[in-house]
T-cell receptor, first 112, second 116 residues
Framework: DAKTTQPPSMDCAEGRAANLPCNHS???????VYWYRQIHSQGPQYIIH???NNETNEMASLIITEDRKSSTLILPHATLRDTAVYYC?????????????FGQGTTLQVKP | KAGVTQTPRYLIKTRGQQVTLSCSPI?????VSWYQQTPGQGLQFLFE???????NKGNFPGRFSGRQFSNSRSEMNVSTLELGDSALYLC???????????????FGPGTRLTVL
């Protein structure tokens, strides 16, 4: 499974866009990029995922570089409730394994 | 649609005891995975069940076991509890559509186990 690298922490002002980077330089062709977040001591919450095209849903946007070696999760208007640990995960598409490998994630602190 | 539910939410046990945790997946989901989260090790995969069969297993001792029932509900058991088993135990479910290219897991709120 590909390994991901994320900055350990980031700050963002409330109302501004939060851009969370993730490096996954060893990603292979059939591996998807998934983002989850975990608000203190709760279960991880699914945010978004993508293969190679940019994706957007009601929570966030996911920008994947053309070479797929890195991606950025964008929260367009961060609120205090977005303060959480954000995990970037790479997982294979074929085989449909249920095993997610979590790194240390990025702790995002949204400040008023 | 109701989310993944886990019971109990909190549990206190003593060393040497055994414990059973329960997980009810989202309706229609057929795959259930279990994870352990501790401050030192982070989130680690325990095992995955689909169609009452264990499909994947993480690197945990045999004291950790699980099973899945025909209605997709799952239980995990930890025998001979140790202090280091104190953790948040998380369950996640997914549809597991064989024709899908990928499969999203949705997590429950977790069971907080404290071993004294």
């Amino acid at each position: 499974d590909a390994k991901t690298t994320q900055p350990p922490s980031m700050d963002c002002a409330e109302g501004r866009a939060a851009n969370l980077p993730c490096n996954h330089s060893t990603i292979s062709g059939n591996e998807y990029v998934y983002w989850y977040r975990q608000i203190h001591s709760q279960g991880p919450q699914y945010i978004i995922h993508g293969l190679k095209n940019n994706e957007t849903n009601e929570m966030a946007s996911l920008i994947i570089t053309e070479d797929r070696k890195s991606s950025t999760l964008i929260l367009p208007h961060a609120t205090l409730r977005d303060t959480a640990v954000y995990y970037c995960i790479v997982r294979p598409g074929s085989g449909n394994t249920g095993k997610l490998i979590f790194g240390q994630g990025t702790t995002l602190q949204v400040k008023p | 649609k109701a989310g993944v539910t886990q019971t109990p939410r909190y549990l206190i046990k003593t060393r040497g005891q055994q414990v059973t945790l329960s997980c009810s997946p989202i309706s229609g989901h057929r795959s259930v995975s279990w994870y352990q989260q501790t401050p030192g090790q982070g989130l680690q995969f325990l095992f995955e069940y689909f169609s009452e069969t264990q499909r994947n297993k993480g690197n945990f001792p045999g004291r950790f076991s699980g099973r899945q029932f025909s209605n997709s509900r799952s239980e995990m058991n930890v025998s001979t509890l140790e202090l280091g088993d104190s953790a948040l135990y998380l369950c996640a479910s997914s549809l597991y559509e064989t024709r899908a290219f990928t499969d999203t897991q949705y997590f429950g709120p977790g069971t907080r186990l404290t071993v004294l």
